[in-house]
């Protein structure tokens, strides 16, 4: 079992910054990937970002340029560096751990972007 446990969302105005972040605990390994992905209001759950042990990286389009993922595997973390945030942006914000065996999930991070 995972447990994950995000933090650091908010409400900002337009062109604002957040860094959410999620500590993993529990069986997590570091060579298990973590991503972070979002559902905002109406909408499916789609990707954000992930990054692998390896440090390779993989963003949605929508956030390119804007967003940055990083990890601390000694502590197993995952951070969301999310700067110009977008009124678009306004979603609950997941921590995800994808291990060899199984997929886990927060309980979400709620950012809300006011224009």
Known sequence: QVQLAESGGGLVQAGGSLRPSCVASGSISSNDRLGWYRQGPGK???????????GNTNYADSVKGRFTISRDSAKNTVSLQMNSLEPED??????????FYKNYWGQGTQVTVSS
């Open 44 to 54: 499916q759950r789609e990707l954000v970002a992930t990054i692998t042990s390896g």
């Open 90 to 99: 306004t979603a609950v914000y997941y921590c995800n751990a994808r291990t």
